[in-house]
């Protein structure tokens, strides 16, 4: 083995260090803290409760990592960082990093989970509570904005005018699609307390008079009818394929004839090891799902056609999450 492969297994053994690092950082509320102004590792220990000696120690990693600034013995957080990681910012996307904090709980079980342990029955809910839930949506829509303006002109949408967003979170995707199709309606398909933060959204957006909200649950109920396009956003994965196939047959009847579904999730190459991410995201699965996982492309042709669709293709290759299948009801 050369010295470059033994640096490099030994710097992935190590990741989890950094990644630790942050997630207690977010856990103990310190980018907060440390954005409004400079303070002492005393004055944060005495804010926190926390012990000196530990918080020391942890400051001074996260101002290695460039996550904090240290100046005069007093701790800041980096500019460039606070947009993002403390709560009081509208950009702040630190719900998502506590949730990955949850997630270590969950992953931390791997070994015995291949071992042969159970998982849940049910998708684990990535929010403890109603208001870790909003702000997890929250966070959802900061980091999904940048990119659903690209993923709808994949999509090419401009001869939908009836579209059904299928757990359409707080709207990311609703508006984006009403943005660019303005003769377009929508209805908004989730469950009821994420529906009330779609109103609330929609409703600054002045969307609201062209989208009908429909609060419900997808594993129990039927969908509404009428609609030219069905939009799956990243909901195939936590899945199995029976359940898939399940939900693309009530998709299937939602659909007008010619109505078309498409389905934004990792798509995965026939031996299942690249994009890397979504290899990734299946363990993610396995800990967090009794079924779900990532999908081939023709897994997910296959669970289309069973369902009744024709033309199933792949309209887009992607890395991160940002596949799309497309298929169309006769």
Known sequence: MNHASL?????????????????????????TLLTPGPLSAQEVASRIGANLRGLTVLLDALTAMALLVKEEGKYLCAPAVSPFLSADSPRTILPM????????????????????????????????????????????????????????AAVHPASSRALIDLGGASGTYTLAFLQAVPEMRATLFDRPEVVEMARKRLGQEGMLHRVTLVPGDFYHDELPH??????????IHQNSPEQNLN???????????????VIRDHVMAPDRTSPKEGAIFAVNMLLGTAGGSTYTYDEIKDGLTQAGFIGVRLLQAGQQMDALVEAFKP
């Open 7 to 31: 640096e490099a297994i030994l710097g992935l053994a190590r990741n989890f260090m950094e990644c630790r690092i942050l997630l207690s950082a977010a856990e103990l509320k310190l980018f």
């Open 247 to 261: 939900l693309f047959s009530k998709v299937f009847r939602s659909l007008g004839p010619g109505g078309r579904i």
């Open 97 to 152: 990093v506590l949730h990955m904090a949850h997630l270590w709980e969950r992953w931390s079980t791997l070994t015995k989970t291949v071992q042969g342990s159970s998982v849940p029955e049910r998708p684990v809910s990535p929010s403890r509570d109603a208001g870790e839930q909003q702000a997890f949506i929250e966070a959802m829509h900061v980091i999904a904005a940048p990119q659903a303006a690209r993923i709808v």
């Open 226 to 235: 009428g609609h030219d396009l069905a939009f799956l956003s990243a909901i």
